[in-house]
């Protein structure tokens, strides 16, 4: 095997790197102007226990997110393993994003997919840009674990369901 070296770092060859990692997968939505607006991202990740922070990575290309900047609570669904559907539709680029799931919506705004393992009530704490991404810090003001979900996955360009041994 021959190294990829830093004048062959492609596009494509980036994603199929980057791809051989497997990452949760969240809904990050919230009812904006009296519309429920979100999108899947698998590029979420814990930050902070004190304050509690949590972070996801935006493409700048997005035309989803910019709505959320005003948003004043955003919720974050970890979804299960059954979420499959959800999750391609809310990485749809078209079409209702929620159709087919049941979501709550706080008095604030911030909308939750139900079944997911755990619910993070957010704001926006920071937004870093990175490249061609934006590091959006968020941080935690109310959370619900719900225990007992298994979660899906996304590696290699897909959504996966992770096999558990029960011993």
Request: proline letters at 5%; a negative charge.
């Amino acid at each position: 095997m021959t190294p990829t070296t830093s004048s062959d770092l492609d596009q494509a060859t980036l994603r199929q790197a980057y791809g051989t990692f497997p990452s949760g997968v969240v809904a990050i939505a919230a009812r904006i102007d009296d519309v429920p607006v979100g999108l899947a991202a698998s590029s979420f990740v814990s930050v902070s226990l004190d304050p509690p922070l949590v972070a996801v990575c935006i493409q700048n290309t997005s035309t989803t997110w910019p709505k959320f900047t005003g948003a004043a609570h955003i919720g974050i669904s970890v979804l299960g393993e059954a979420h499959d559907v959800a999750a391609r539709s809310l990485a749809a680029k078209t079409g209702d994003r929620f159709a087919g799931l049941t979501i709550e919506t706080t008095p604030e705004g911030a909308i939750f997919i139900d079944g997911a393992s755990a619910w993070l009530d957010t704001t926006i704490e920071q937004e870093i840009p990175a490249g061609d991404h934006a590091i959006v810090l968020l941080r935690i003001n109310a959370l619900e674990v719900h225990s007992g979900v298994d979660p899906i996955v996304f590696q290699g360009s897909k959504f996966r369901k992770l096999v558990v041994e029960h011993h």
